[in-house]
T-cell receptor
Framework: EAGVAQSPRYKIIEKRQSVAFWCNPI?????LYWYQQILGQGPKLLIQ????????DSQLPKDRFSAERLKGVDSTLKIQPAKLEDSAVYLC???????????????FGQGTRLTVV | AQSVTQLGSHVSVSEGALVLLRCNYS??????LFWYVQYPNQGLQLLLK??????LVKGINGFEAEFKKSETSFHLTKPSAHMSDAAEYFC?????????????FGSGTRLSIRP
């Protein structure tokens, strides 16, 4: 089966500009995550969707970050306006809707590396 | 709430030596535990997972991990390191009580292999 697709792979923008990242999860996966990974750190969960509903967005800086998952499939993460400290890799991941021990893990895309200058 | 702590941000071993990467977890419910590996400019790839079926879990590339509830640990080991094992390794936890539980990652351990 096809993996999690993300685009673009790389993006360079100036501070105060806006940027959007796109994610297409594995077909049939109900749960979708967006993580922010700053260089040298572990991934930090920004937002989690279950189908098209938000389950957890407690660590999403809502004054500048927004995310949506229309129709419960693709998702878009937006930053407006960007700050220097937003430079990071943004990872999208998805997990199956099926319960049970076979479907506990998340599958990750290759990420989008954002540089804010 | 769930959390993980990875002891040692950088581990260096000689090729052929034992690899031991440490992870301790905290969870208010029985946890699912994971080890992921990340190569440069890549996403995260699952190495292995604990789902309560067996305490000793075998994964890909010769890695294994043992779940020890009494020590709240899930350390990753490999008997003999290979140059291709050089990467960043992340331990992660998810609560098993809800299908919507979030996955929380540790800060990572960079593994270097000396020739």
């Amino acid at each position: 089966e096809a993996g999690v697709a993300q685009s673009p792979r790389y993006k360079i923008i100036e501070k105060r500009q806006s940027v959007a990242f796109w994610c297409n999860p594995i077909s049939g996966h109900a749960t979708l995550y967006w993580y922010q990974q700053i260089l040298g750190q572990g991934p930090k969960l920004l937002i989690q969707f279950q189908n098209n509903g938000v389950v957890d967005d407690s660590q999403l800086p809502k004054d500048r970050f927004s995310a949506e998952r229309l129709k419960g499939v693709d998702s878009t993460l937006k930053i407006q306006p960007a700050k220097l400290e937003d430079s990071a890799v943004y990872l999208c991941a998805s997990r199956s809707r099926r319960t049970g021990s076979m479907n506990t893990e998340a599958f990750f895309g290759q990420g989008t590396r954002l540089t804010v200058v | 709430a769930q959390s993980v702590t990875q002891l040692g941000s950088h581990v260096s071993v000689s090729e052929g030596a034992l690899v031991l990467l440490r992870c301790n977890y905290s969870s208010s419910v029985p946890p699912y535990l994971f080890w992921y590996v990340q190569y440069p400019n890549q996403g995260l790839q699952l190495l292995l997972k604990y789902t309560s079926a067996a305490t000793l879990v075998k994964g890909i590339n010769g890695f294994e991990a043992e779940f020890k509830k009494s020590e709240t640990s899930f350390h990753l080991t490999k008997p003999s390191a290979h140059m291709s094992d050089a990467a960043e390794y992340f331990c992660a936890v998810r609560g098993s009580g809800s299908s919507a539980s979030k996955i929380i990652f540790g800060s990572g351990t960079r593994l270097s292999i000396r020739p």
